[in-house]
């Protein structure tokens, strides 16, 4: 079945140094494609979106591009603060043949030292 | 305030038990997800609904069950068939309506915590 693949963690990272989190989606056709962010204890928050080729999402200064042809939604930031320590998921959304799945990755955790 | 409600936030079953964790939501959106969390899997898809008095079965639903009779509500049971249910249930709710569903996100509960004692 369609899948999402991100890369494995945990990741830790000094504060103010560049942060990528690779993914790379399998559906067919245009899915949806989302990055969401949970903190300890919590449910997932909506971090940014794209919804077709070539779109860039950002929020908060992370940023992420659809890019069609290499089936990806890396996720950046140009400089990582401490708050920003938490697990990240890459997840797609598509529907075809009446079936509406969300299907998520296994979610990479991020960790930030002063 | 519209949003999405699960209870309780931590849920004790000993073995044998069925249990059932509630999951309700204002935001009038028709599609609605359980997922399980356990540490390094990610989320699995248990079960969706996409409409009421209609739901489907994802990844993982061997051990569960669900209903759809309202549209703000999908409770799931976690029955004694489930081997293994100590873990993190998240649901999810989405809208699905026409076009928009491709450029909607879903919006979360903030969890149940089910361990067996």
């Known amino acids: 079945g369609d899948s999402v693949t991100q890369m494995e963690g945990p990741v830790t990272l000094s504060e103010e140094a560049f942060l990528t989190i690779n993914c790379t989606y399998t559906?067919?056709?245009?899915?949806?494609l989302f990055w969401y962010v949970q903190y300890p204890g919590e449910g997932l928050q909506l971090l940014l979106k794209?919804?077709?080729?070539?779109d860039k999402g950002s929020n908060k200064g992370f940023e992420a591009t659809y890019r069609k042809e290499t089936t990806s939604f890396h996720l950046e930031k140009g400089s990582v603060q401490v708050s920003d320590s938490a697990v990240y998921f890459c997840?797609?959304?598509?529907?075809?043949?009446?079936?509406?799945?969300?299907?998520f990755g296994k979610g990479t955790k991020l960790s930030v030292i002063p | 305030d519209g949003g999405i409600t699960q209870s309780p936030k931590y849920l004790f079953r000993k073995e044998g038990q069925n249990v059932t964790l509630s999951c309700e939501q204002n935001?009038?959106?028709?599609?609605m997800y359980w997922y399980r969390q356990d540490p390094g899997q990610g989320l699995r898809l248990i079960y969706y609904?996409?409409?009421?008095?209609?739901?489907q079965k994802g990844d993982i639903a061997e051990g569960y069950s669900v209903s759809r009779e309202k549209k703000e509500s999908f409770p799931l049971t976690v029955t004694s068939a489930q081997k293994n249910p100590t873990a993190f249930y998240l649901c999810?709710?989405?809208?699905?309506?026409?076009?928009?569903?491709?450029?909607?996100?879903?919006?979360f509960g903030q969890g149940t915590r089910l361990t067996v004692v």
């Open positions: 999810a709710s989405k809208d699905s309506r026409g076009l928009e569903r491709r450029n909607t996100e879903a919006f």
């Open positions: 559906a067919t056709g245009y899915p949806s």
């Open positions: 794209a919804t077709k080729a070539d």
């Open positions: 997840a797609q959304f598509y529907s075809g043949a009446g079936s509406y799945q969300l299907t």
């Open positions: 935001l009038n959106h028709d599609a």
């Open positions: 609904s996409q409409i009421v008095n209609d739901f």
